[in-house]
């Protein structure tokens, strides 16, 4: 373990909409709720947020789900914590060894998400694409803190992906209009998600051409 990124994060002062990312490396947690009060300490000694919202993101886990999947979590506040949010930031915790999470969920990233507007959505669609990418994998070992901000300000971005298949609708369809002011983030993301996975049936949602799985929130967020 590198002693020095275990200690002290990397900031990056200028990210995408003026979001700032901490990162800590190798961090050593006990738990679950260590590591969300680790990830809640980077947020606050970074001057992004008040103390008090730790209490709220460990409120938010008893409320919604927040693994975004294949090692990655998205802890956040509540709805009414949004006071308590200085300026719109993230703050990694790298967990080399991995973390159980919930029930048959490993996570090696910890991205805590403070937010007073929609300025996270970016980071936040950026890092579902990541899932399941060689380059993800990689941040969970890396022991460059850069290398973590870079793959999350969209920097040195490999090839684009292939043109994905036409989108199609399925046998049954219906269509109507949301007005979600700050876009569809992690919280109606992950309602979204836990109310599809409570039918058998298959579903998904379609904005132009582009298609989602209900039942995934890190699908939606893409």
């Known amino acids: 373990m590198n002693n020095a990124h275990s ?11 003026g979001l700032q990312i901490a990162v800590r490396l190798g961090a050593r947690v006990r738990d679950k709720a260590d590591a969300i009060d680790q990830a809640a300490r980077l947020l606050q000694d970074s001057g992004s947020v008040a103390p008090g919202y730790a209490a709220g993101m460990q409120a938010r886990e008893a409320q919604a789900e927040t693994f975004l999947g294949h090692g990655v979590a998205i802890p956040h506040g509540r709805a009414e914590d949004r006071a308590l949010v200085l300026r719109d930031a993230v703050a990694v915790l790298q967990v080399r060894e ?37 380059r993800l994998q990689a941040l969970f070992t890396t022991g460059d803190a850069q ?19 036409a989108a199609v609708d399925l046998a049954e369809a219906c269509e109507w209009t949301i007005a979600y002011p700050n876009g569809l983030h992690a919280r109606p993301a992950t309602r979204w998600a836990e109310a599809a996975r409570g039918f058998a049936s298959r579903m998904q949602v379609r904005h132009g051409g582009e298609v989602a799985d209900a039942r995934q929130m890190a699908s939606l967020l893409q």
Not at 7 to 17: E, K
Not at 148 to 165: K, N, S
Request: avoid cysteine; charge should be neutral; charged fraction near 10%.
């Open 147 to 165: 290398q973590v901000i870079d793959a999350l300000q969209g920097q040195a971005d490999p090839a684009p992906p292939a043109a994905r298949p």
């Open 7 to 17: 200690s002290l994060p990397a900031v990056a002062p200028t990210a995408p909409a």
């Open 98 to 134: 991995g973390l159980d999470w919930n029930a048959g969920q490993n996570v090696h990233l910890v991205v805590a998400v403070a937010a007073r507007s929609d300025a996270h959505i970016t980071l936040l669609r950026r890092l579902a694409g990541l899932l399941q990418t060689p």
